[in-house]
C-alpha cells in the first residue's frame, strides 16, 4: 500500500499568516493516464470532510484562492496564503491513484 | 445539491453484523464511482472501500477485505455496507462519499456519517 506521511502534524499559526503542509508518498503518484491523483481535504470541528484541491492544485467549486497545491510524483504541499479563523481544522492528503486508496495522518491547524 | 444521508449506525457486539445505507440525491446516481470512508473517534480518515457505477467492481482495503461488502441500488439512488465479523477496531463514524471517478478520482461529496459502535 502507498503510505501517505504529511508533515508538521500540529501546526499552529497566527492569523494572516502564511502556512504549508507537506505531504509525501511512498511510490510515484502518477497514474498511467500521466494524471496525479493527489486531493487535499479539510475537515473543520464537528464536520464531515470537504475536498479542497484535486489532482495536486485544483481548486474545488467554492474553496478561496489563498489555498493552493503544487508538487509532484512523490512530495506534494498544501498553502494557506493568509489564514482566517475558519481555517482551523484538520488536513488529510490522499491519494486516489493507486488502490487502496490511502490517506495522510492528519494536520491539525490551530490559531 | 448533492445530498448524501447515511443510516444504520448502531451499538453491536463483537463478532455481529451490521448494514448501513447511504440515500443519495442531487446526481445521477449510476454515473459515479461511491465509496465508505470510516473515522475512529478522535483518529484520522480511513478508506474503506469503492464500487464502481455499475456495481461490477469492488475494491477494499486490506482489513475489511471477506468481511465487509459494498453494493449499490442505481434504482433506488443508494449504497449500501454489509460489515460482518465486526471488532472493537470497527468502531468509527461511516462516511458515504462520492468519487468523481475517470480524470478526477477522489471524494468531492461527503455525507454527515453514521456511528458504528462495536462494544460487548
Known amino acids: 500500500d502507498v503510505v501517505m506521511t504529511q508533515s508538521p502534524l500540529s501546526l499552529p499559526v497566527t492569523l494572516g499568516q502564511a502556512a504549508s503542509i507537506s505531504c509525501r508518498s511512498s511510490q510515484s503518484l502518477v497514474y498511467k493516464d500521466k494524471n496525479t491523483y493527489l486531493n487535499w481535504f479539510q475537515q473543520r470541528p464537528g464536520q464531515s470532510p470537504r475536498r479542497l484541491l484535486y489532482k495536486i492544485s485544483n481548486r474545488e467549486s467554492g474553496v478561496p484562492d489563498r489555498f493552493s497545491g503544487s508538487g509532484s510524483v512523490t512530495d506534494f504541499t498544501l498553502k494557506i496564503s493568509r489564514v482566517e479563523a475558519e481555517d482551523v481544522g484538520i488536513y488529510y492528503c490522499?491519494?486516489?491513484?493507486?488502490?487502496?486508496?490511502?490517506f495522510g495522518q492528519g494536520t491539525k491547524l490551530e490559531i | 445539491e448533492v445530498q448524501l444521508v447515511e443510516s444504520g449506525g448502531d451499538l453491536v457486539q463483537p463478532g455481529g453484523s451490521l448494514r448501513l445505507s447511504c440515500a443519495a440525491s442531487g446526481f445521477n446516481f449510476g454515473s459515479y464511482w461511491m465509496g465508505w470512508v470510516r473515522q475512529a473517534p478522535g483518529k484520522g480518515l480511513e478508506w474503506v472501500g469503492n464500487?464502481?457505477?455499475?456495481?461490477?467492481?469492488?475494491q477494499y482495503m486490506g482489513s475489511v477485505k471477506g468481511r465487509f461488502a459494498i453494493s449499490r441500488d442505481n434504482a433506488k439512488n443508494s449504497l449500501y455496507l454489509q460489515m460482518n465479523s465486526l471488532t472493537v477496531e470497527d468502531t468509527a463514524v461511516y462516511y458515504c462519499?462520492?468519487?468523481?471517478?475517470?480524470?478526477?478520482?477522489?471524494?468531492?461529496?461527503w455525507g454527515q456519517g453514521t456511528l458504528v459502535t462495536v462494544s460487548s
Open positions: 464500487i464502481k457505477r455499475d456495481g461490477s467492481e469492488q
Open positions: 462519499a462520492r468519487d468523481c471517478g475517470d480524470d478526477c478520482w477522489g471524494f468531492d461529496n
Open positions: 490522499m491519494q486516489g491513484t493507486h488502490w487502496p486508496y490511502t
